[in-house]
């Protein structure tokens, strides 16, 4: 059943235009996928609505925009030269290959992060871990595979010239510590949020776009004083919740809070909640919010030999403690996607496919409907004066019965449908359609800027 949801959805997304599976023309990449142009404008909604919540409704909330490249140095300092690895197992029958804590894990058997390959690999053997593909149990040692995507600068491809693609987007933060508040001239405590790309050689990407090689991240480092830091956490904590149910709407019921116990989470985390959905492949983690003390900025003074303080009114130089608050995008995308398609029996006979997004984050508010061909003019006329405005995002569908545009428009999210008939030429008049109850009003042509307003404004509150 869950595979059957799953490639439902991969279907729904695909057929309308909101992921395609990357250079298809020559056979596709492994488990890489392009947001085509429904799928671009959710992605532009959902990080906008983040941004506007995470960082313009805050005080002392900055952002910035990094590069992808770093010097490596920055990954010498943050452990991921030296940690950042999976443990790899190769079948020796069947030649697949997997990570051996995915294995265990699929057994109902948790792997800590700290335990060696010896101790993995003899886990596997009490518990008659066998190969997925093969069915055999016959495996190759245990070897660490470093996740980060390697790359040279300049013409010489040797050990001088190895730079990283960066395998997380908060690094970047710690490196800019004193310029952002230099050039901001904010106080403790304080935030500094980003939005980008991030870069990881997994081993075995899936489920969708639930594990891929390159994703997009929507992280804050929160920087605050340390005697504050656990009333901070649950401050975010509740944040985070608040997003999750009071903005996007989403259901309780599909999610479960993992306070990770103190074996499980990295060794500098204080404190650690993952926040996990209910996937169509099972529950997993949607949204990390870590404790990570001092590390950060300590690990960089340590490897840079600078300084990275803040400055006290009266002189005393304090290293903050940081929350961080991660989620990763396209995680959030299909999350969302998730709880909210479904297909709806309309009557007897008849069932829809519905998105049932929230008014900020549809593709399009509004999609404006000729009822006959004959009043496709007037209706365009209408449909640019509405574009034109910007203050709504909007479509034009003129082909097909109304019945067929009605449910394109209601499976691809649109909240309203504005169908422009011979009573428009008539009476001046408008029927507008609601995609979630299917009920329609009508209203005059000059109100439906003050309609679509006052329905949004009560979608935002």
């Not at 799953?6 to 990449?29: A, C, M, R, T």
């Not at 488990?31 to 995470?54: Q, R, S």
């Not at 919010?289 to 900025?297: C, E, I, T």
């Not at 109304?402 to 008939?421: H, L, N, S, V």
Request: glycine share 4%; aromatic share 14%.
């Amino acid at each position: 059943m869950a595979n059957e949801k799953q490639d439902k959805i991969v279907n729904f997304l695909k057929n309308y235009g909101f992921l395609f599976p990357d250079s298809e023309i020559y056979g596709g990449l492994s488990n890489t996928w392009d947001y085509g142009p429904l799928g671009v404008l959710l992605k532009n909604n959902l990080k906008n609505l983040w941004w506007k919540e995470f960082v313009t409704k805050l005080p002392n909330s900055y952002g910035l925009d990094s590069t992808i490249i770093n010097n490596p140095k920055t990954y010498v300092a943050s452990g991921h030269l030296a940690n950042f690895s999976d443990p790899l197992i190769d079948c020796k029958e069947c030649k697949h290959r997997f990570r051996a804590d995915k294995l265990l894990e699929e057994k109902g058997i948790s792997a800590s992060e700290t335990f060696s390959n010896e101790q993995l690999l003899n886990l596997m053997k009490e518990n008659n871990v066998v190969c997925p593909n093969c069915g055999k149990s016959n495996w190759t040692d245990i070897r660490k595979f470093n996740l980060m995507f390697k790359t040279f600068i300049g013409v010489t491809e040797d050990a001088l010239n190895t730079v990283y693609l960066r395998p997380e987007t908060c690094q970047p933060i710690f490196t800019n510590f004193m310029n952002i508040i230099r050039t901001t001239r904010t106080k403790l405590p304080f935030s500094v949020c980003q939005i980008g790309k991030s870069f990881r050689n997994e081993i075995t990407p899936g489920n969708f776009i639930f594990r891929t090689r390159e994703f997009e991240q929507m992280e804050i480092e929160f920087f605050t004083y340390p005697k504050d830091s656990m009333n901070d956490f649950e401050v975010w904590f509740t944040k985070i919740k608040s997003f999750l149910f009071d903005i996007l709407k989403f259901n309780k019921q599909n999610f479960n809070f993992l306070n990770v116990p103190d074996e499980e989470r990295a060794f500098y985390s204080k404190k650690t909640i993952d926040i996990q959905y209910l996937f169509p492949h099972g529950m997993s983690e949607l949204w990390g919010l870590a404790h990570r003390g001092q590390h950060d900025l300590t690990s960089h003074i340590k490897t840079s030999g600078k300084e990275l303080y803040y400055l006290e009114p009266d002189g005393t130089k304090i290293i903050p403690e940081v929350i961080e608050p991660s989620v990763g995008l396209d995680r959030l995308f299909y999350a969302l996607i998730c709880e909210k398609y479904e297909i709806e029996k309309v009557d007897f006979n008849d069932e829809r496919e519905v998105l049932r997004l929230p008014f900020s984050l549809s593709p399009y508010q509004c999609a404006f409907l000729p009822l006959s061909s004959k009043l496709n003019e007037k209706a365009f006329e209408l449909y640019k004066r509405i574009l034109d405005s910007g203050l709504f995002s909007c479509i034009y569908d003129q082909s097909g019965s109304i019945g067929k545009r009605y449910r394109r428009q209601d499976a691809i999210g649109t909240f309203y449908c504005i169908t422009y008939d011979f009573e428009s030429e008539e009476k001046n008049t408008v029927t507008i359609r609601e995609r979630d109850s299917m009920k329609q009003v009508i209203i005059f042509i000059d109100e439906i800027e003050s309609f679509l307003t006052k329905k949004r404004n009560s979608y935002l509150n």
